[in-house]
T-cell receptor
Framework: DTAVSQTPKYLVTQMGNDKSIKCEQN?????MYWYKQDSKKFLKIMFS???????INETVPNRFSPKSPDKAHLNLHINSLELGDSAVYFC???????????????FGPGTRLTVL | QKEVEQNSGPLSVPEGAIASLNCTYS??????FFWYRQYSGKSPELIMS????GDKEDGRFTAQLNKASQYVSLLIRDSQPSDSATYLC??????????????FGTGTRLTIIP
């Protein structure tokens, strides 16, 4: 299936641990994003990469480090997890289209992170 | 002031009625506006986009944009129980060609009552 996929779907861990979330898209898109959605459903962009180059870094603590090994993958590594990191993390991708007013973003299924 | 504001609801609408969802935004230079639908436990899904003042219709959905008032709305006609979801308003602050930055509102939870 063509889609944006994320692993794992659920992640439960202790404070202070380091964890990674992986994202892959097989849509051939050039741009990928990480969003965080908190318990009140507020969805906020964290990072975006275009062809493996960091474009957006939205004042996210440097405990969060995105890595894009190629344009189909954007992983998120989180060091020293804190209670406030508990949220749903969504990966998304979009493709630049000449003449388009907007490039639709396609979202992955999300990773629910719970920090205990 | 939040960049994109929505009434969090919940908004309850009888089946078959019109559901009206509202959104205001603070950045006057915003050019593109979107409505995403998010079912519980699922990812956001784009249902409408609008760029020009006025109305844009797609099936049972109508998006309305008033840039002077910095206001965008979504009307859902003949509401169905399957329309029950959280609706997220998003505004695009394009950084440069191809690189989008979407700013989302906090969403309005809509419940259609059979």
């Amino acid at each position: 299936d063509t889609a944006v996929s994320q692993t794992p779907k659920y992640l439960v861990t202790q404070m202070g641990n380091d964890k990674s979330i992986k994202c892959e898209q097989n849509l051939g898109h050039d741009t990928m994003y990480w969003y965080k959605q908190d318990s009140k459903k507020f969805l906020k962009i964290m990072f975006s990469y275009n062809n493996k180059e960091l474009i957006i870094n939205e004042t996210v603590p440097n405990r969060f480090s995105p890595k894009s090994p190629d344009k189909a993958h954007l992983n998120l590594h989180i060091n020293s997890l804190e209670l406030g990191d508990s949220a749903v993390y969504f990966c998304a991708s979009s493709q630049e289209r000449e003449g388009a007013s907007y490039n639709e973003q396609f979202f992955g299924p999300g990773t629910r992170l719970t920090v205990l | 002031q939040k960049e994109v504001e929505q009434n969090s609801g919940p908004l309850s609408v009888p089946e078959g009625a019109i559901a009206s969802l509202n959104c205001t935004y603070s950045d006057r230079v915003s050019q593109s506006f979107f409505w995403y639908r998010q079912y519980s436990g699922k990812s956001p899904e784009l249902i409408m986009s609008i760029y020009s003042n006025g109305d844009k219709e797609d099936g049972r959905f109508t998006a309305q944009l008033n840039k002077a008032s910095q206001y965008v709305s979504l009307l859902i006609r003949d509401s169905q129980p399957s329309d029950s979801a959280t609706y997220l308003c998003a505004v695009n602050g394009r950084l440069n060609f191809g690189n989008e930055k979407l700013t989302f509102g906090t969403g309005t939870r809509l419940t259609i009552i059979p």
